[in-house]
């Protein structure tokens, strides 16, 4: 696999202060179906979320309020585009229980639970360029999960693109196709959202957490980084 870089633009962390992303760089995995030891701890971190949030007031719990922020500081309108970990939550607040997808995804969405902050992987085995972290000009393509259409984001949206190709869009919204983590993946990275009042040592902690879970389920090599301002570009090799 060619060395590709992974980087935030400076925008990034000039419009957002505070805000950093943890990266789980991951090679040589099995993926594959979730074992039941698996399947539990995503449960454990579902009832975790009904112990710890008030369902009549989601909206304002301080690390989901943070997100919804970011979303209008942008032009997207929260209560209609729901950043991952509060659509996650409030299933969670629901009762319903996550479908097992694959490990690797279900490590994602339980930490995510666990932490209430945005987590979730992308595979790397079929990048064909650089990935990066940066706002929008709106000529990038994006073709969602589930869909033929394809869309271009709004100028200034906060996106996750290799070139041109969205990987995600506005920010922790929504996956593309071309990145989805598959069964057959053996390589990925987690990003690992952390905007105020989350503090960087807890993403570091998630990050921790997703690099333990990843060699006991899936095996292979892991590495963490803390990209920040002062940081703000990783290797994908391990």
Request: net charge negative; proline share 7%; with cysteine.
């Amino acid at each position: 696999m060619t060395a590709y870089t992974y980087c935030i633009a400076d925008e990034v962390f000039q419009r957002y202060p505070g805000y950093v992303r943890g990266v789980v760089i991951a090679h040589e995995l099995a993926n594959g179906p979730s074992p039941p030891a698996l399947i539990g701890l995503m449960r454990e971190a579902e009832s975790s979320v009904r112990a710890r949030v008030n369902p009549a007031a989601v909206a304002e719990e301080p690390r989901i309020k943070a997100w919804r922020e970011a979303y209008r500081a942008f032009g997207a309108k929260p209560t209609e585009f729901r950043s991952s970990i509060e659509a996650l939550a409030r299933r969670a607040l629901k009762g319903e229980q996550l479908p097992a997808i694959n490990a690797l995804v279900d490590i994602g969405n339980l930490v995510s639970l666990r932490h209430l902050l945005p987590a979730g992987a992308h595979a790397i085995d079929l990048l064909a360029g650089d990935i990066a972290l940066r706002a929008a000009t709106g000529a990038e393509r994006f073709l969602a999960f589930g869909s033929s259409a394809t869309e271009h984001p709004l100028p200034g949206e906060i996106i996750f693109a290799e070139g041109d190709t969205v990987l995600t869009r506005r920010w922790t919204w929504r996956q593309a196709q071309h990145t989805l983590t598959l069964p057959e993946s053996r390589a990925v990275e987690f990003n690992i959202d952390g905007l105020p009042p989350v503090p960087p040592a807890e993403v570091e902690q998630a990050g921790a957490e997703i690099m333990e879970l990843v060699q006991r389920f899936c095996g292979g090599r892991a590495r963490f980084a803390l990209l920040d301002q002062a940081q703000p570009a990783v290797s994908l090799e391990v």
